[in-house]
């Protein structure tokens, strides 16, 4: 599903505009991005917790000529489903 099915499909359901539903989704998203940045976690009931993660520095090997490199540390984000999704997707996926 690309972004456009998606937000026809909501669009639908709720009986917004394409327009209006594509600016809901928008605005979702920016305070989504809005919150990572300042290092919060989002939590979204019934789907899962979006969450900033920070990794540490460290050392490592190129395998070709074994150099040692240092990987500075980043922020990468993380998602946990909640335990139903994790149920749903280890029985196969099933509604």
Known sequence: ??????ISDISSVTGYTVADTQKMVNMVIDY????????????I????????????ER???NPST???MLVPPKLVLN???VVSWK???KNGGGR
């Open 66 to 68: 074994q150099q040692r």
């Open 79 to 81: 998602f946990k489903p």
């Open 1 to 6: 599903m690309n972004n456009k099915d998606f």
């Open 32 to 43: 989504m991005t809005d919150n990572f940045q300042d290092g919060n976690a989002v939590t």
């Open 87 to 89: 149920d749903k997707l």
């Open 59 to 61: 050392v490592m090997v």
């Open 45 to 56: 009931p019934n789907f899962g917790t979006f969450d900033v993660k920070k990794k540490l």
